[in-house]
Each structure stands twice: as structure tokens, then as C-alpha cells.
């Protein structure tokens, strides 16, 4: 069955990177996408970007195009999320899910996701 | 930007009723609304996409209708399992995003 792993919990302090996996299994890896969410403690959920499994294209929400870049490996048929330039208020659970091959469709299933802890 | 609006924020209901939850757009977004179900400390799951269509295992007490700027997920016959926040999400070709309502809590009365 269709499963996303991601990699495990991070604390950061603020000006650092973060670098977030997703490995999945289940499908074949070029026929998806992902979209990245992200969830702030008590809040709920905002969209980053997307990244198609197949062409590697990407589509990024404007608050967050100049501080992340979305990649892949599809020989390890994993996703990548990289964050720079932290601050405390990027403290929240990311999650990955698998989305649409091209920028269609809906998102499903979801990675258990990623907590991010920034804090000097 | 198409904004979502979710009410009620909170929606106490008694097992065996029903529970009405809306999902309000700020222009019309024809049939492209999904709708997801969040757990206390657990991913969001797909429930419903295109409106209406309930995604794989989802139970049939789970159903979603409406169009344009107007939509509703209907939950006939509540079940204990079903306290969760409830979350809309529509996607956007320009600007591109995918973009979540405010999400509506259900718990039992």
C-alpha cells in the first residue's frame, strides 16, 4: 500500500537550514507529485509548494519562494524539502503528501510529518 | 487569491446526530473542493474530493455536496471516532496553491 516516511524530528536555531525527507513506497515514484504543508502548534494548515515526481517541476507559495527549494530522487524514491534562513514562527509540524504529476488532482496520502523546533 | 471561509469554528453534536459543516469561497470554484479530516495528533486524511466523491474507505455517513462558492460535508450519524477538525481545501491555478479553510472542530456533546 501507498506509504510516506519522513525523516525525523529537528531543532534549529534561527538563521539555520533544515532539510525535511519523504520516502515513498507503494506506487510508482514518476507518476506522483508532492505538495509540502506545514502546521504551526494549534494552527492549521499552509501549503509551500509542490514538486512533480515525474518532470521535477515546482510551483512555490510566494511567502515561502526565496527560502525553500523543493527536490527530489527518484532512484531513492524520495522527496526533499530544504528550508534556510530559519526563524521561530518556521517552528511547526511539515508534512509531505503526494499529489498530482502535473499541477491536478488531489492530495492523499499524507506523510505522519515533521516537527521543526527553531529556537536560540 | 480564493479565500475559504469554514463555519462553525466549533460543532458540538450528539452520537447519532448530525453534524452540517460549510465551506464558503470567495469567488466559484466550480466543483474543485476536497475535504479533509484531522485527528488529534495525527495527519490530515482525505475524505472527499470533486465536491462529492468520498475517497477510498471512507465510511458513506461521510458526504459532501454544493458548488460554485457553496459547500457543505455532512457526517449523518455521528460516531465518536469522528471528533477531529474538519478542514476544506481548494486548488488554485493562478496564483498556484492549494489553499485550506479555517477548519471547523467537531466534538461530542
Known amino acids: 500500500h501507498v506509504q510516506l516516511v519522513q525523516s525525523g524530528a529537528e531543532v534549529k536555531k534561527p538563521g539555520a537550514s533544515v532539510k525535511v525527507s519523504c520516502k515513498a513506497s507503494?506506487?510508482?515514484?514518476?507518476?506522483?507529485?508532492f505538495s509540502w504543508v506545514r502546521q504551526a502548534p494549534g494552527q492549521g494548515l499552509e501549503w509551500m509548494g509542490w514538486?512533480?515526481?515525474?518532470?521535477?517541476?515546482?510551483k512555490y507559495a510566494p511567502k515561502f519562494q526565496d527560502r525553500i527549494t523543493l527536490t527530489t530522487d527518484t532512484s531513492a524514491s524520495t522527496a526533499y524539502m530544504d528550508m534556510r534562513s530559519l526563524k521561530s514562527d518556521d517552528t511547526a509540524v511539515y508534512y509531505c503528501?503526494?499529489?498530482?504529476?502535473?499541477?491536478?488532482?488531489?492530495?492523499?496520502?499524507w506523510g505522519p510529518g515533521t516537527l521543526v523546533t527553531v529556537s536560540s | 487569491e480564493i479565500v475559504l471561509t469554514q463555519s462553525p469554528a466549533t460543532l458540538s453534536v450528539s452520537p447519532g446526530e448530525r453534524a452540517t459543516l460549510s465551506c464558503r469561497t470567495s469567488?466559484?470554484?466550480?466543483?474543485?473542493l476536497v475535504w479533509f479530516q484531522q485527528k488529534p495528533g495525527q495527519a490530515p486524511r482525505l475524505l472527499i474530493y470533486?465536491?462529492?466523491k468520498r475517497a477510498t474507505g471512507i465510511p458513506a455517513r461521510f458526504s459532501g455536496s454544493g458548488s460554485e462558492t457553496d459547500f457543505t460535508l455532512t457526517i449523518t450519524g455521528l460516531e465518536p471516532e469522528d471528533v477531529a477538525v474538519y478542514y476544506c481545501?481548494?486548488?488554485?491555478?493562478?496564483?498556484?496553491?492549494?489553499?485550506f479553510g479555517g477548519g471547523t472542530k467537531v466534538d461530542i456533546k
Open positions: 469567488q466559484s470554484v466550480y466543483n474543485d
Open positions: 503528501a503526494r499529489d498530482g504529476r502535473k499541477w491536478y488532482g488531489w492530495v492523499d496520502p
Open positions: 514538486i512533480s515526481g515525474y518532470s521535477g517541476d515546482t
Open positions: 481545501q481548494h486548488r488554485s491555478n493562478w496564483p498556484p496553491g492549494l489553499t
Open positions: 470533486d465536491t462529492s
Open positions: 507503494g506506487y510508482t515514484f514518476s507518476n506522483f507529485g
